[in-house]
């Protein structure tokens, strides 16, 4: 059997147990399936401080009172291994990678392309065009936008992907029943189309701690990161370079007039970032390079790893406002798609 996510929550509840030591009560039953409970017992016996183990019954019975929480707000729980959970997030973070996601919405965002967002709360008005406008080409080109829900660029991207008929990941640094949708998006929200998550207990309270294991989740559930506005210190350059480490392609925002609160993309560029500049066709982000990689790298198991098929997204970067006749030929000689994949339909709509 699996193991239960309430052993999880009871766990990750007690003062001074983290991710590491319920990794090592995992990692001492030799596998996270096939738990026996008096195995699991002993694991934790053998692992908690006597102290830990004394606190262990209350934050059981807390955690079983939550999951009935969770349960009547139509949460679903995902431990690590289970079939639902993002493979993407274990191969890319490994033993960082969440024991256990808290979700609501449409669980199938998980296994769709998607970018992730991050930048200043205080963004130039240059900084929050540039998201908007990035998240709404990205969301008419059927890609996931993912990022943290905070004011700010975060929630700049959150808007133009729903106002673009696109969808949204929110990846919460709090627990997910102190989740409301914010006014600036309500009109638009549509669990359809939006997805929340939390790696945090149910009832979790915000900190700095957790903004920053946020968004290296929100590095974790996406194939490229767009860095708008970083400053040289704090959250956003800071999950520029967690980027950079997890080898992911990582896009900094670059204009005329780059404000104080942009030094931390200047910083990034120089170890490994990539420019993200305007078209000058187009007057908008030039997002081929974006493009280019995310389905570069998940060609080989594109067709297998996501629903969307590629015919879907060629159809879509026409309205995207991409240079689609030079980027689909680039993208065929990258990857190796055969002409016969792009339907003509699709060709017939990109020469329009």
Not at 54 to 72: G, M
Request: proline share 3%; net charge positive.
């Amino acid at each position: 059997m699996q193991i239960n996510a309430v052993d999880v929550m009871s766990l990750l509840a007690v003062p001074g147990v983290g991710n590491s030591k319920v990794r090592k009560i995992i990692s001492m039953l030799g596998s996270p399936l096939g738990l026996e409970i008096k195995t699991l017992e002993q694991a934790i016996v053998a692992v908690l401080t006597e102290d830990q183990l004394r606190r262990l019954p209350e934050c059981r019975d807390r955690a079983e009172t939550e999951l009935e929480a969770l349960r009547i707000a139509g949460t679903h729980v995902l431990v690590i291994g289970d079939p639902r959970y993002p493979i993407s997030l274990s191969q890319k973070l490994g033993d960082e990678a969440p024991l256990l996601l808290l979700c609501k919405g449409n669980l199938g965002l998980l296994q769709t392309i998607s970018v992730g967002f991050c930048g200043s709360r205080s963004a130039s008005e240059k900084g929050f065009t540039t998201a908007w406008d990035s998240a709404t080409s990205l969301a008419q080109a059927r890609v996931n936008v993912v990022s943290g829900y905070a004011a700010g660029v975060d929630m700049k991207a959150h808007e133009a992907a729903l106002e673009a008929g696109g969808t949204t990941t929110v990846v919460l640094a709090e627990g997910l029943l102190h989740f409301k949708v914010k006014k600036d998006i309500k009109r638009l929200w549509d669990e359809n189309r939006t997805l929340v998550i939390s790696e945090f207990g149910a009832r979790g309270i915000w900190s700095v701690g957790n903004a920053m294991r946020r968004n290296k989740t929100i590095c974790g559930l996406s194939q490229a990161l767009i860095l708008i506005e970083a400053r040289e210190e704090g959250g956003s350059i800071a999950a520029g370079k967690e980027c950079l480490k997890l080898q992911m392609p990582l896009f900094a925002a670059v204009y005329e007039g780059s404000p104080e609160s942009s030094r931390g993309n200047e910083a990034v560029l120089e170890i490994g970032a990539k420019r993200l500049m305007k078209s000058r066709t187009t007057n908008l982000p030039n997002l081929s390079p974006v493009y280019e990689v995310i389905f570069t790298r998940q060609s080989d198991s594109m067709s297998a790893s996501f629903p969307n098929r590629i015919d879907d997204h060629l159809g879509s970067y026409r309205r995207a406002n991409v240079r689609t006749e030079h980027y689909v030929a680039s993208l065929r000689n990258e990857i190796g798609v055969p002409e016969v994949q792009v339907s003509q339909a699709s060709r017939l709509s990109l020469k329009q």
